[in-house]
């Protein structure tokens, strides 16, 4: 394996940003076969108060990107939910749907192929997942959520089943403004299906997994019945387990092997 961690100037966000990226190579200059070979790779989102380094911290991709012959990218969300925000250069979910992808590919030998290429998150990364997955769906063919907070657009303000824990809400500003946005991912989807309608799109495949005792569990439910109501290929699993990088650990194989798959 093989572990980078890269900081640039990022256009969208007009400052410094960060990301790790973990490559199943121990030895960089020619990947083994003279830098031919063009790696499937998953742009993998954290979660609320974490940062680009957590994932490595807290699961095992290290391990897996080698056994299933993987690049994955970890970039550093701060606390965006992948949107872009009320304030300027902001733009989130554009520098994970677009900015990101391409300065990866032009450094990084990683295909440039929509089916070559995934974003999966957990928690906040989950909704960034879904959202800048059906956003930006010309580049990602398949979308993994684990527990994703999509409770943000599901439920309404006040709603004790939104579980606000240290004020979300200031990311997407106004909610009535942004719940009819393209913040949320509700209205992403309606967005594209009307594409798929006019031939002019499809729709990336989704796994999405919930554990049986968190709190978004109802939130999950709901999203996954838009998802299936539009005709999205949807796999959909719960399991025993709470809102935790424990329950991401326990399925991570299974749903990386799904990804890597046909």
Same mark, same amino acid.
């Given at each position: 394996?093989?572990?980078? #961690?890269?900081?640039?100037?990022?256009?969208?966000?007009?400052?410094?940003?960060?990301?790790?990226?973990?490559?199943?190579?121990?030895?960089?200059?020619?990947?083994?076969?003279?830098?031919?070979?063009?790696?499937? #790779?998953?742009?993998?989102?954290?979660?609320?108060?974490?940062?680009?380094?957590?994932?490595?911290?807290?699961?095992?991709?290290? &391990? $897996?990107?080698?056994?299933? !012959?993987?690049?994955?990218?970890?970039?550093?969300?701060?606390?965006?939910?992948?949107?872009?925000?009320?304030?300027?250069?902001? @733009?989130?979910?554009?520098?994970?749907?677009?900015?990101?992808?391409?300065? #990866?590919?032009?450094?990084?030998?990683?295909?440039?192929?929509?089916?070559?290429?995934?974003?999966? !998150?957990?928690?906040?990364?989950?909704?960034?997942? $879904? &959202?800048?997955?059906?956003?930006?769906?010309? *580049?990602?063919?398949?979308?993994?959520?684990?527990?994703?907070?999509?409770?943000?657009?599901?439920?309404?303000?006040?709603?004790?089943?939104?579980?606000? +824990?240290?004020?979300?809400?200031?990311?997407?500003?106004?909610? @009535?403004?942004?719940?009819?946005?393209?913040?949320?991912?509700?209205?992403?989807?309606?967005?594209?299906?009307?594409?798929?309608?006019? !031939?002019?799109?499809?729709?990336?495949? +989704?796994?999405?997994?919930?554990? $049986?005792?968190?709190?978004?569990?109802?939130?999950?439910?709901?999203?996954?019945?838009?998802?299936?109501?539009?005709? +999205?290929?949807?796999?959909?699993?719960?399991?025993? !387990?709470?809102?935790?990088?424990?329950? +991401?650990?326990?399925?991570?194989?299974?749903?990386? *092997?799904?990804?890597?798959?046909?």
């Amino acid at each position: 394996m093989a572990l980078f #961690t890269v900081t640039y100037r990022s256009d969208v966000l007009k400052r410094d940003i960060n990301f790790k990226a973990v490559f199943p190579y121990d030895f960089l200059p020619d990947f083994g076969d003279g830098g031919k070979k063009k790696l499937k #790779t998953l742009y993998m989102l954290h979660g609320l108060n974490h940062n680009y380094e957590s994932w490595l911290k807290e699961s095992r991709f290290d &391990r $897996l990107a080698r056994d299933l !012959g993987m690049a994955v990218v970890f970039p550093d969300g701060q606390n965006s939910f992948y949107v872009e925000g009320p304030g300027p250069n902001s @733009d989130f979910g554009k520098l994970v749907g677009e900015e990101l992808v391409n300065f #990866t590919r032009s450094v990084f030998p990683l295909s440039d192929k929509r089916e070559d290429t995934f974003i999966g !998150g957990f928690s906040m990364g989950g909704f960034g997942a $879904l &959202r800048n997955g059906l956003k930006y769906a010309d *580049t990602f063919s398949k979308i993994i959520a684990f527990s994703s907070a999509v409770h943000m657009f599901e439920f309404k303000p006040g709603d004790p089943k939104r579980n606000i +824990v240290c004020n979300e809400d200031m990311v997407f500003g106004d909610y @009535d403004e942004a719940v009819i946005s393209d913040k949320n991912p509700a209205v992403c989807l309606k967005m594209l299906s009307e594409k798929v309608r006019e !031939g002019k799109a499809s729709f990336p495949k +989704v796994y999405m997994i919930c554990g $049986l005792q968190d709190g978004l569990l109802e939130a999950n439910r709901s999203f996954r019945d838009k998802l299936l109501d539009e005709g +999205v290929d949807v796999i959909y699993r719960e399991y025993e !387990g709470i809102h935790s990088h424990e329950f +991401v650990n326990e399925h991570l194989k299974d749903v990386l *092997t799904w990804m890597m798959g046909d």
